[in-house]
């Protein structure tokens, strides 16, 4: 596709350097944002194409590595650029602004230094509001899986109860970096331990439906379905560090289960197990919505779409 007049214009205002920058920082953001390799590196590369730059991009779940020349000076010299990361997370709201930002600068209703600007403004924190949805959205997640599980009304009960914990240590962890590798294994300490403490002093539950439910939101399916398709699309540095790092997340969860089933029963506790609850046929369409929702609002996407990641999940 032919430039158009005011992208070629925008393009010719803007030096090396500030193309450099702009595309550093939008490959940044796309890493943020939870991204496949395969996708950030074709995305960079049709950018950078656009801004009349050539680009070598190399991406894994912790850098991303930049070679960038001036297709207008073939006489300058590669810039090479190495990015330490960590590994992102899924926000589609920012994942969709990023990407607006990048169309409006290519077609040349942004300038390069105006794009990067807003790029850097997408990192506002969330608000009071949003952050109380994400918690009881880790809650409302808990309990609708319990249901998809079948379980007791009391199942379900302490299934949101406890996830709602488990979504304040998330809070927690976005807010103490230092907190945030021990994050998986003590919550499933916590979820264990809460689990079997209701089935021995409140009364009888399924405690291992109602901890895997609480903890449903920390299973990686998605990073190893990521990880899966980077193999298979021959991106092998990416898709095994992708792989290796969702194994370690089931590890610490396994751990911190593990952990707290040792507390237990070295405290002599006897969590009583309750039989598998038998719950009107309504109550498990009625968690598949709430699911839904749920994980809607934890991938964080702009209103419009909700309905569609709702249909989706």
């Known amino acids: 596709m032919p430039d158009s007049p005011a992208s070629a214009t925008a393009r010719s205002a803007a030096g090396f350097a500030d193309r450099a920058r702009f595309?550093?920082?939008?490959?940044?953001?796309?890493?943020?944002?939870?991204?496949?390799?395969?996708?950030?590196?074709?995305?960079?590369?049709?950018?950078?194409?656009?801004?009349?730059?050539?680009?070598?991009?190399?991406?894994?779940?912790?850098?991303?590595?930049?070679?960038?020349?001036?297709?207008?000076?073939?006489?300058?010299?590669?810039?090479?650029?190495?990015?330490?990361?960590?590994?992102g997370g899924i926000d589609l709201g920012a994942l969709c602004a990023a990407a607006e930002i990048s169309d409006r600068v290519i077609d040349g209703e942004l300038d390069v230094q105006a794009g990067r600007t807003e790029l850097r403004a997408l990192d506002r924190p969330l608000s009071a509001r949003r952050q109380v949805a994400h918690v009881l959205a880790h809650g409302l997640a808990a309990a609708a899986v319990a249901?998809?599980?079948?379980?007791?009304?009391?199942?379900?009960?302490?299934?949101?109860?406890?996830?709602?914990?488990?979504?304040?240590?998330?809070?927690?962890?976005?807010?103490?970096?230092?907190?945030?590798?021990?994050?998986?294994?003590?919550?499933?300490?916590?979820?264990?331990?809460?689990?079997?403490?209701?089935a021995t002093f409140v009364r009888p539950l399924s405690v291992q439906t109602v901890t895997i439910a609480s903890l449903i939101v920390l299973m990686p399916g998605l990073t190893l379905t990521t990880a899966i398709a980077e193999l298979a699309e021959q991106q092998l540095a990416a898709g095994t560090s992708r792989f290796a790092g969702a194994a370690m997340v089931l590890?610490?969860?396994?751990?911190?289960?593990?952990?707290?089933?040792?507390?237990?029963?070295?405290?002599?506790?006897?969590?009583?197990?309750?039989?598998?609850?038998?719950?009107?046929?309504?109550?498990?369409?009625?968690?598949?919505?709430?699911?839904?929702?749920?994980?809607?609002?934890?991938?964080s996407p702009a209103r419009r779409d909700v309905p569609l990641v709702m249909a989706a999940a």
Not at 37 to 43: N, S, V
Not at 178 to 187: D, K, L, N, R, V
Request: charged share 15%; net charge neutral.
């Open 147 to 198: 249901g998809l599980l079948r379980a007791g009304w009391a199942d379900l009960v302490v299934a949101a109860a406890i996830g709602t914990v488990v979504g304040l240590l998330e809070r927690h962890s976005r807010r103490h970096p230092a907190f945030a590798p021990s994050y998986e294994a003590i919550a499933a300490f916590v979820a264990t331990l809460l689990a079997a403490a209701a």
């Open 23 to 87: 595309l550093e920082e939008l490959a940044r953001r796309l890493h943020l944002y939870g991204v496949s390799a395969t996708r950030l590196e074709g995305t960079i590369s049709q950018v950078a194409g656009r801004l009349r730059m050539g680009c070598e991009v190399w991406a894994t779940p912790t850098g991303l590595l930049l070679s960038l020349s001036d297709l207008d000076d073939e006489s300058a010299a590669q810039n090479t650029r190495v990015l330490r990361l960590q590994p």
């Open 251 to 299: 590890l610490k969860l396994a751990f911190g289960s593990i952990a707290a089933s040792q507390v237990v029963a070295a405290l002599g506790w006897a969590p009583q197990t309750a039989a598998t609850g038998v719950l009107p046929p309504i109550v498990e369409l009625a968690a598949l919505g709430s699911a839904s929702l749920a994980f809607a609002v934890l991938f």
